[in-house]
């Protein structure tokens, strides 16, 4: 079998230094400068003069949609919208029907996932069975299954018995797992359409209140605390929730913290236009809380990035706000959004970008082949990101069959010009090209 | 300006051509024939997912005194109930050419929605959407102050404002679209308004509003009131622990007899007690003060049906603020044509 290599000429190593690297069987053969020779003997040149090297990116929260959903989101389209985005492996959540909540699921969304070959797709498993909160899913048969599961979550719904919570930190240990907690006190937001203050007060729509997120953390970390087990808060929204997170840290507890792109740009100020696209669950917040979630991304408070992308077909957002769908796309506009909000605000470099989208998820999700450095002997999991790109965002050009773009329309710094997954190009000049062929090499 | 949806993005002068515009209607009503030719030939259609009488009747004698053909389409024995979208509702009464589509909705932001997705061509008038608005409420509500308060200065009516009159607006602010309309409406026509709840009952961000709050009914009407509206209060609110019981409300909030008595002892006498209806008599109002001659809920509703033709007439016939304040001459004449 032939191996196709490429040599990316000229790329700026985490918007560092410029370098050469030979991308060969799957992994990054050499790093230098001016490499040549015998060693490029048939390689592919891809010019990155002007380009930012970064390891590909890691998605801890992704929904696929698949099994169930289909007219929504296939792990196919949904990878495919992963590559362009600059992805290279994904979290899929568990909120499928069935459920993943056991063994069988998670392996059939894995299975896809390979036989699709644009990303690496970890299934996530879920904590209860049917997301009920009742009783504790098959955790440990989904961790040892081929999909290797290492990270639970019910994401939708919370957690919110205390005990099983509790149960689920504790037994997660066993296999190095970690649980991720969708943060919503369920009496405090029973029929909650908004972000509560302000605008929701003015626009007569029930509140969806700080407090009811927070509450739910302060308790998770000190359980977290308790067991000594690792905790992992998924899509952070308010500054209070960042200050009991920089609390439990401060004390030494093993909790990690993730925010999503649209909270690190969009306010609440939106929901007056009364569009669903808006509508997404934990709500758009103030401007001081978008304000606080950078900075508790450039200071580490919060760990990673992760999209929460929540395709949906338009029926569910063309309505009233009420009836629609909670949700939003994100793997295409992600980088672009961190861009636009974290670099060219001067708040962290392209080395942190690649620490939160890439590096810290992938060690918190337990992924050993992703998230690696950018050096010889490591799996070529690489995007090419021309930053001086701007573009506008035009959902009907997606890859992903969601419509439900909140950045619809607007102009956005940053763009994915290739993919490297497993040192193949799975996206060259901005488009896709093929998938990894599992097995074949 | 096309559609009424909210008072909050509503401008003074609008306002105050509605309220003029409602002030020739009202002659109408007076008439023998009350009917006038403005608006022959138009379509309104009348979209309740809601049920309200009350409100649906009002905007049909409104609309058919314009002489309009009235379509009453309520989700109850409708394909709505059967699962339809408001999408596809909308576009099936746009194909049937409606000029106006009168919306009750539960949805907060459902007309909104309607005016501005592209689904539909027609003036889209909000006739109460979830807790959000109801626009119209607060119009018949201040022009029924308006009365009441250019009577008491001296002034004409017609082109006044409510400047210096202090209004207070008691109960369930919350779940109100009648208060979060009045509180915009009547601050930019110049009232002072105060809202008096239990604190469960105002919305967390009420201290934006442009209005002051009080926990205390007696309070603000010792300091001095010219109008006290009444919200209706679901006592089923109990259950859901807003407040402790239905009796406990009525002696902290509800105006009853002795209230009513207080304002003659405060020589408040010019003082009005107002009520959008229904009425919980025993609740929020005793049967007193809902029968007193204080009371306006009666002229409330007289006054919905003029304010609610003023909205149809004035989004009708083009840009609201073009519309010059009260000369109107189709209403000079009597529908002759009409009415053999």
């Known amino acids: 079998m032939i191996h196709a290599s490429h040599l990316i000429r000229s790329a700026s190593l985490l918007g560092k230094g410029t370098a050469d690297v030979l991308v060969r069987d799957g992994v990054i053969a050499a790093v230098g400068q001016d490499l040549g020779g015998a060693a490029i003997d048939g390689a592919t040149v891809i010019d990155a003069a002007g380009l930012v090297a970064l390891p590909g990116m890691v998605d801890l929260h992704t929904h696929l949609r698949e099994p169930g959903r289909e007219d929504a989101e296939t792990v196919e389209t949904g990878t495919r919208a992963a590559a362009l985005g600059g992805f290279t492996a994904v979290h899929a959540m568990a909120n499928s029907s069935p459920v993943a909540d056991t063994a069988g699921v998670v392996e059939q969304v894995w299975q896809l996932g390979r036989e699709s070959g644009w990303v690496d797709v970890h299934p996530v498993g879920a904590v209860t069975v049917g997301l009920a909160g009742e009783q504790l899913a098959e955790l440990g048969a989904m961790a040892d299954s081929r999909a290797r599961v290492r990270v639970f979550s019910d994401d939708g719904i919370c957690v919110s018995d205390p005990v099983m919570m509790r149960r689920a930190l504790e037994y997660v240990k066993a296999f190095d797992g970690v649980i991720a907690q969708h943060a919503q006190e369920p009496r405090l937001t029973a029929g909650a359409q908004m972000n509560e203050g302000k605008v929701s007060a003015v626009l007569g729509l029930a509140g969806w209140p700080a407090v009811a997120e927070e509450s739910i953390i302060a308790r998770d970390v000190l359980l977290a605390q308790h067991v000594g087990s690792r905790l992992h808060v998924c899509h952070v929204s308010t500054a209070g929730s960042v200050e009991i997170i920089r609390w439990a840290k401060g004390r030494g507890i093993c909790v990690t913290a993730e925010v999503t792109p649209h909270h690190l740009l969009l306010t609440e100020e939106l929901v007056r236009s009364w569009d669903p696209v808006y509508k997404v669950n934990p709500p758009l917040r103030a401007d001081e809380d978008v304000h606080a979630l950078r900075a508790a991304l450039a200071d580490g408070t919060i760990d990673i990035v992760g999209t929460d992308h929540a395709p949906h077909p338009s029926e569910a957002k063309e309505c009233e706000w009420a009836a629609a769908a909670m949700g939003m796309t994100g793997l295409e506009t992600a980088l672009s959004v961190v861009q636009e909000t974290m670099i060219e605000s001067g708040l962290m470099t392209w080395a942190d970008f690649a620490r939160v989208t890439s590096a810290a998820p992938a060690a918190i999700g337990r992924l050993g082949d992703q998230g690696r450095p950018l050096e010889p002997g490591e799996p070529a999991n690489i995007v090419l990101v021309d930053p001086a790109a701007r573009w506008n965002v035009d959902p009907a050009a997606m890859a992903t069959k969601g419509r439900n773009s909140p950045f619809a329309g607007m102009e956005l710094p940053g763009r994915v010009v290739a993919t490297f997954f497993r040192g193949h190009p799975t996206v060259l000049d901005g488009r896709l090209n093929t998938p990894y062929l599992h097995g074949a090499r | ?340």
């Open chain 2, 1 to 340: 300006m096309r559609h009424l949806l909210d008072t909050e993005s509503l401008g003074r002068d609008n306002a105050i051509a509605i309220l003029d515009t409602a002030q020739e209607m009202s002659a109408v009503g007076e008439r023998e024939v009350k009917k006038l030719p403005a608006l022959r030939g138009r379509t309104v259609v009348n979209l309740f997912f809601e049920d309200s009488t009350r409100t649906r009747i009002s905007f049909e004698a409104a609309a058919k005194r314009l002489s309009a053909d009235v379509i009453n389409f309520s989700a109850k024995g409708s394909s709505v109930s059967k699962g339809e979208s408001l999408k596809d509702t909308a576009q099936t009464l746009e194909a049937m050419s409606a000029d106006a589509v009168v919306i009750r909705h539960w949805a907060s932001g459902a007309p909104a929605r309607l005016a501005t997705s592209g689904w539909i061509d027609a003036a889209v008038i909000n006739a109460g959407d979830g807790t959000h608005a109801h626009p119209t409420q607060a119009l018949l509500d201040a022009f029924t102050m308006r009365t009441h308060w250019a009577r008491l200065t001296g002034t004409p009516s017609v082109g006044g404002d409510l400047a210096g009159m202090r209004v207070l607006i008691v109960g369930d602010v919350l779940h109100s679209r009648v208060a979060r309309s009045n509180v915009w409406l009547l601050r930019t026509l110049g009232a002072r308004v105060t809202l008096v709840a239990p604190p469960t009952l105002l919305p967390v961000g009420v201290e934006h509003w442009p209005c002051e709050v009080s926990y205390d009914l007696d309070a603000t009407l010792e300091a001095g009131v010219d109008a006290v509206m009444m919200l209706r209060v679901q006592a089923e609110r109990m259950k859901a622990s807003f407040f402790p019981s239905a009796r406990e409300y009525a002696r902290r909030w509800g105006f009853d007899d002795a209230r009513l008595a207080r304002l003659d002892a405060l020589a408040l006498k010019d003082t009005i007690v107002m009520h959008p209806g229904p009425m919980n008599r025993g609740l929020e109002i005793s049967s007193g003060a809902a029968d007193s001659p204080r009371s306006t809920v009666l002229d409330q509703v007289r006054n919905g049906v003029s304010v609610r033709m003023a909205a149809l007439y004035l989004l009708l016939s083009g840009d609201m603020k073009a519309v010059p304040t009260p000369a109107l001459p189709a209403f000079a004449q009597p529908a002759a044509k009409d009415h053999p």
